[in-house]
């Protein structure tokens, strides 16, 4: 079992950054590829970005690209989500996961989750 606490969101204007964290605890850290998921309200969630349990390789939605880093410290058991030029778009409730399954982009293949952050970008 691996237990997942998000922190580092809140209100930011349109334009600025966000760094968020998510801590791990449980299980060995470095035998999980982790990710980061957004839910806006009345939408389904979608993907944000990945990454193997070494760093690897990432992945990154498209519309997130060239704006948002994932990254990890496993010494640390903590994963990052850097936001940069964030948009009212970005508004949402963000999530990070865990699995031991490759680093899939589908939220099906996650098998453990954070209680989410909430991020709120005004225009």
């Known amino acids: 079992q691996v237990q997942l606490v998000e922190s580092g969101g809140g209100l930011v204007q349109a334009g600025g950054s966000l760094r968020l964290s998510c801590a791990a605890s449980?299980?060995?850290?470095?035998?999980?590829?982790m990710a980061w998921f957004r839910q806006a309200p009345g939408k389904e969630r979608e993907f944000v970005a990945a990454?193997?349990?070494?760093?690897?390789?990432?992945y990154y939605a498209s519309s997130m690209k060239g704006r948002f880093t994932i990254s990890r410290d496993n010494a640390k058991n903590t994963v990052y989500l850097q936001m940069n030029s964030l948009s009212p778009e970005d508004t949402a409730v963000y999530y990070c996961?865990?699995?031991?399954?490759?680093?899939?982009?589908?939220?099906?293949?996650?098998?453990?989750w954070g209680q989410g952050t909430q991020v709120t970008v005004s225009s």
């Open positions: 990454i193997s349990r070494s760093s690897s390789t990432t």
């Open positions: 449980g299980r060995t850290f470095s035998n999980y590829a």
């Open positions: 996961a865990a699995t031991v399954s490759g680093v899939p982009l589908s939220t099906r293949l996650y098998s453990y």
